[in-house]
């Protein structure tokens, strides 16, 4: 398990970044933190001629807590935000889901853009961005585009991004007033990718669902109400319409029993 | 440092948790592992090629591009190794081979096809991808039921079926029993296929030598026996193949065992790279080939009385040891022989023991080993005659135990079961655990509709394997034939240095069990010295070591055998030195005491020698020894316990030198909505007779207790039904954690056995066993009746559990089913529509020049033969990318309406196949087009990343037909302008219409 | 920016304190290189996909798999090891001769990487409860000890440790 030979390219800027970009295309692989990316650098999935190291960048190392938004730079680690939401002790979805990704030796060095630039539809922090409704900064040598997170998860480790779009921040929308989050994950271990993972936000403009590892994308749902009859016919069709699979690790029948019974109890533990 | 600070003691050292003596080492990154261990200049580096298939001809090999690659020095192939080796030796006389790497069929998903050899491990990784293969896939049998079907493909056609052994006993009268018993209660169980997976995984390092001789350097850990069968193979006698290992391993649990055939693979490398050679096997080579524990099938059925007393076990166990019976497999089946009447007094008992072979990696050694496939049947056994008796389980256990008095205990089928008190192990494993107090939570939990559960199980651990319990495989006749085999022979050798230090050196191959603090502390007790004062050598080198062919690190061999042979071997040297002594201080040698580093007469302890001075002596002045005392201060002892005799008329065979027990109980709780289950309490009882040091006992059992909970809620080696593999990485086999490992309870009985010299029996085994079973009782226990028993099977993942409690479900009619794979594919569909006739795309498709156009990734497409294609594809999804050769044919089913587009790929990362149907349907604007497709994948992308791949295929396929969508109707609409223009100038089709 | 070629170059990094250079390929990971290169040998490989935790180093003070690193990463860094633990040679850092006390290991692969994780954890977290430790472990595989051990060894190191800085 040993990666295939690449050049290597350590950026000092954005600009040089997406410099490259365009020089190399999809000949050429962002390294942020590395963490999915050299695994499967290791495992040879991935043979890129050219590796660009953003993890010096400093204009992409920037994390702010604004008013409207928590914003990401491309080169910030899952450790350094973590710590910026666990300090400012106001945006509760990240808060709790942050424990769950990986482990803190991979948080070290895996960055927040990455986890979202990588798409795994079991991973925690596209599912946060998407149910949050965020939005993901796009960079490219001749545009900067901002996609709705909805618009940018389109299927397993597929994105809106082009080969030639750097993800240079993401957007995660600050919480609103009265409006409670909750964050659910069952996984076979601690620290394991979710085998079902559910955000939900409940305030008076409606109930938002986050599903994450049922669908091939962190998928987000509008439910009509937050407890009867309702719910359980919303969230039964959610279950089913998510088209969940099995593997050796879940059924699928599995992963539609844990969206609508731990769905159920999250809306209504957050409504209470 | 934490040396162990020890002044006088009034008590010995054997029985004390002193601190290890290997930990200073470990603990500063100083260890010494295989691949830590230097190698001599210009040692080239090797990599394996794997079969992707689970069941594949290999009808050629290229390798012209792979030795142009700068950096590598040769390939070797099967036929290199059919020309200067031999197949293994087999434990069953059957014609098949089993070479060291594949040379005319691949059998199983990882099977080495040739081993690459290079400057180093990068450059032999980059290589390794220009070998072209050509395979032959045939279906692959992955389920050993189907394997044994009458039509089911055969692994190894000179056989001619899949079940290569079949055996049958009958002890006492147990047909009689089970007629006349007013209760049958029987089970089927399901043990899954798992493995220990050490951290530190294969290593090794050969060289071939100028007189033909083989010299290796791996973590191979025995048992030596499997010596023999590497110089067979090799075609060398056993003296020329020279076996190496370190001091310290990374962890084996039996797993190490499965190294053997990759050193016969390298020695053979080494002799074509005339060079030596290192490899270091990679996780993902581990987990897909390196070895597991033996999948098995039991049916079990007992003959009980009303108050379950049971009189009679009927067995029929299928055991899957996977592509080839390496050896010593079938023992797993034979290990356990003696102990299948399990801890109970059962005089009457039947087994069937069939052992087929499945396209799967092959089995072997796994802590336990026999043991949890036994267990699992048994005690779920047991637990389901207290449920169908409506009996409570500990009086089952209770009426049947062997009767404390009885010891030593024939069993049925011929085990000398040593000593023991089960019913004390039992009394004392509640009373520690306060098994009241869980059964007062159970009933309160249950009050509120909780699922709370407890379970137990009753073990017998046999340790210190009898060399010859695999020979029960064959019958008499065959046995007298092939000469008897029986003992397990161990070897100690302890010496003293010429200034007085004393040096134990055994072949024990340790890898974690602190062997040299045991042996430490044993040799100290001897001589009266210190533990520290003890170097103790665990380095093996078979031509230099005493050792003997049941040597290593397996059932549990260590504390009762080679403690237990280091004792004797120490107490013939000091029984010498005694001599010397007692010339000195002029006494009779009888009353000379050791203790406290001095020497003296039992009756004049102020006239001491100093043990050093005393013991030094001998070296210097052999000359004025004593009459009758030998030159020399090195003692080898060699020792086989006298009961480990050959099978005998009747087969009955006593299986191991001594047996222990446990007694274990498990109190957990499901969650409903996840099917989570979390551990309330676990409690495991232990005897396993003298102990040297608890500490070293606890841990052994925390560790086997920590995998056995895996195996019973997580682990397993998940096969397709196709045969590829689906637990390639640390991500999908799953290790627990530190978070889902509880602390056990535990607790110890010591019931010396009188059959090891320090009354000493294993340990490390016991959890393997009682674990899995333990808890999947209390699994059934906290489901409760309703449940099927035969639905718990293990891994009882959350996933399991919710299957057999939730209510059923129905999809709502509003909501389309996706499409159906159906086990060995999977399905994909869709449908776009084109702007374009249905011409004009039957025309793009089959136009070399468009399909290029249109397949994603494609670089070179060229003509094969008319409608087949080669083409070069490669692929990006995210982060991945894939490149392959692809195989395409277009089939024309109904002109003009329907065609097949079929696709095969192979490269690197395995082999694909894809087959579609594509209908086309005329629309007023266009054409509808709908896909179906059939996708199968095997090799290292199954292992390591399936899902991704499935769901990009989607993804490719959606690409490929909106793609046509344009180039076909770009087409079209020139087309349609072109004709429009003609139409102008007078000179089009009257009647040709023109769409959009 | 800096360019490398896929061929070999020099890295520079302080290794346990010490300046140390060696050669490698843009590629080589730095497990391979902290072993191969420079003989840090007590960083073991027991995955190379992130999983086990066997070669987890710090690198700036953070614990990390080396194994997911590129040695041209760690370029001009402080990489620590479990080589570089002990306060002085033939004796124990704190931390050691509890794992040792506590029968905390046993084949002892798994180990140097754990040590690893507790120097930053402990140096972030004063006084971290049990299932504070159990999570942090969880980012490592030990197949011997069932980890029980290894709690209570960090555990009492950790409630030894007032003057450490709060998270
Ligand atoms: S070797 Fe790096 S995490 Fe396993
Ligand atoms: S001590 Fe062996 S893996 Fe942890």
Redesign the interface.
Known sequence: ????????????SAE?VVQLLAEYG?DA?I?AG???????????????RV?I?I?CVADLSRIRVGNKNLTVGAAVTQ?VAEKVVQDSNNIPLLAQAF?HL?????R??GTVCGSIA??DPSAELPLCLVTLGGAVNLRSWRRRRRVAASEFF??????ARE?NELVESVEFPMPKKQARYGFVE?S??????A?VALAGAVSDQGVRLGVGGVA?RPWVETLPTTSGDDLDAAL??LA??L?A?S?????A??R???VR??GR?LITELSS | MNDPSTPVRPTAWVGQSIERREDVALLTGTGRYADDLGTRPGTLHAAFLRSPHAHARIKSIDVSRALAHEGVRCVLAGADVRSWARPFVVGVKQPMEHWCIAVDKARYVGEPVAVLVAQD??IA??AI?LIHVEYEPIDAIVDSETAIAPDAPVLHEAVGSNVVSNRQFVYGEPDAALDAAPHRVKIKIRYPRNSCTPIETYVVVAEHGSEGDYDVLSNFMGPFSLQAVMALALQVPAAKLRLRTPRDGGGSFGVKQGVFPYIVALCLAARKAQAPVKWVE???EHLVASTSSTGRISELEAAVDSNGRISALAYDQLDDCGAYLRAPEPATLYRMHGCLTGAYDIPNLKVRNRVVLTNKTPAGLVRGFGGPQVYFALERLVQRIAVELQLDPLEVYKRNFIGAGDFPFRTAAGALIDSGDYHATLQLAGQRGDLAELVEKRDAARAEGRLYGIGYAAIVEPSISNMGYITTVMTKEARAKAGPKNGAITSATVSIDLLGAVTVSVASVPHGQGHITALSQVAADVFGLNPIDIIVDVELDTRKDAWSVAEGNYSSRFAGAVAGTVHLAACRLRDKLARIAAAQLRCDHADIVFADHKVFARTAPAEALSFPRLASGPHWAPGVLPDGVSPGLQETAIWTPEQLVPPDENDRINTSGTYGFAFDICALEIER????VRIDRYVTAHDAGTLLNPALADGQIRGGFAQALGAAL?E?F?YRPDGSF??G?F??Y?V??A??IPEPVIAHMQTPSPFTPLGAKGIGEGNSMSTPVCIANAIADALGPAVDPQAIELPM???RI??LI?PA?Q??Q??AP?PQGDGKHFATSGSVNIAAPVEEIFRVLHDPEQLASLIPGCRKLHVASDNRYIADIAL????????FHADISVVDEEPMRRMRLFGKGSG??GAAEGDGRITLTELPDGTRLDYEYKVSLSG??VA?????IE??T??VLKQLFSRLGRVAGHKASGAARWQGLLRLIGLGKPGSQERR | ??????TRHTVAIRLNGIDRTGEC???T?LS?FLRYELGATGVHVGC???VC?AC?VTVDG????S????A??ADGREVRTAEGLAPEPGVLSELQAAFRRHHALQCGFCTPGILM?CA??LARVARPSEPDV???L??HLCRCTGYSNIVSAILEVASGNEDSPDA
């Open positions: 398990m040993k990666p295939a030979a690449f050049d290597y390219i350590r950026a000092d040089e999809d692989r390294l590395g963490q999915s990316l050299i695994a499967a650098l290791n495992m040879r999935l991935a043979q890129p590796l190291d993890s450790a424990p990986g482990h803190f030796q991979t070290n060095r990588h798409a389109r299927g397993v480790l597929t994105t080969t069952v076979m271990r601690h620290g394991d990718f085998l091939d039964e069709d089913w319409k088209d699979r593997d050796q690790h879940a059924s029948r599995y539609r029993h844990l019974n731990l109890k | 491990r990068y990784e980059d991808d990679d996780r993902l909505d996840s099917g989570k997580m397993e998940a689906a637990s990485t991500a999908d799953l627990p954690t978070v889902e993942t959350p996933s919710i299957e939730a479900e999809r709502p509003h909501i996706p990006s999804v995210g982060l991945v990318n894939v490149s690197a990362l290292k992308i390591v990343g399936a899902r991704m769901s990009a989607g993804v | 920016m800096k360019r490398l070629r896929h390929e843009p590629r990971l391979d190379e996909h992130g935790g987890t953070l614990a990390q798999r194994c997911l690193t590129l041209v990463v994780s930053d954890f159990r999570q942090m969880s980012g």
